[in-house]
Antibody, heavy 119, light 109 residues
Framework: EVQLVESGGGLVKRGGSLRLSCAASGFTFSTYTLNWVRQAPGKGLEWVSSISGGSTYIYYADSMKGRFTVSRDNAKNSLYVQMNSLRVEDTAVYYC????????????WGQGTTVTVSS | EIVLTQSPGTVSLSPGERATLSCRASQSVSSNYLAWYQQKPGQAPRLVIYGASSRATGIPDRFSGSGSGTDFTLTISRLEPEDFAVYYCQHYGSSPRWTFGQGTKVEIK
């Protein structure tokens, strides 16, 4: 079964740091571009970051540039995002997702991990 | 930056009725890169339509997508109880890489 499982969420103070992980199974991990997508409480979906299969291409949403760092370990079938200088507005459920080939959409989503940034 | 505007914000329908959801892009986009997602409370989103009109794996044929240029539509031909949810459109671009619409809630009338 194709699966993505996020972990690492929790409560952190404003200005703090957190590292989220996403464990993948059921597919050839290294051949897929992966993403982080977040959803603030009661709000819509917001793309955070993308990383290609070989980590050659990495993209960030403007509001995350310089604060978030995405990485992956293909030997461990794992995706990560290091989040620094966290703001209250970073409070959200963070989803790990897999791109369909040719960027047609995101066909696999994890269950999400919740990050709460307190003031 | 392309902005996706979905309408209506909320639509109230009864089971068996037809739902027509709109997604309008601020500039012309390739239909290859337009997708729709369904999200139920407390769950992760699920891909429904990709490439504007192709159904994702496991999606029933009452769901259909259409459109081109700046105007795209998700149609649910006959609403089943499990279809009541929030639907998001999404576009792949250069910067930002992925953009989502604000969502349309399909609620039971």
């Amino acid at each position: 079964e194709v699966q993505l499982v996020e972990s690492g969420g929790g409560l952190v103070k404003r200005g703090g740091s957190l590292r989220l992980s996403c464990a993948a199974s059921g597919f050839t991990f290294s051949t897929y571009t992966l993403n982080w997508v977040r959803q603030a409480p009661g709000k819509g979906l917001e793309w955070v970051s993308s990383i290609s299969g070989g980590s050659t291409y990495i993209y960030y949403a403007d509001s995350m540039k310089g604060r978030f760092t995405v990485s992956r370990d293909n030997a461990k079938n794992s995706l990560y995002v290091q989040m620094n200088s966290l703001r209250v507005e970073d409070t959200a459920v963070y989803y790990c997702t897999r791109d369909l080939p040719y960027a047609h959409g995101m066909d696999v989503w994890g269950q999400g991990t919740t990050v709460t940034v307190s003031s | 930056e392309i902005v996706l505007t979905q309408s209506p914000g909320t639509v109230s329908l009864s089971p068996g009725e037809r739902a027509t959801l709109s997604c309008r892009a601020s500039q012309s986009v390739s239909s290859n890169y337009l997708a729709w997602y369904q999200q139920k409370p407390g769950q992760a989103p699920r891909l429904v339509i990709y490439g504007a009109s192709s159904r994702a794996t496991g999606i029933p044929d009452r769901f259909s997508g259409s459109g081109s240029g700046t105007d795209f539509t998700l149609t649910i031909s006959r609403l089943e109880p499990e279809d009541f949810a929030v639907y998001y459109c999404q576009h792949y671009g250069s910067s930002p890489r992925w953009t989502f619409g604000q969502g349309t809630k399909v609620e039971i009338k």
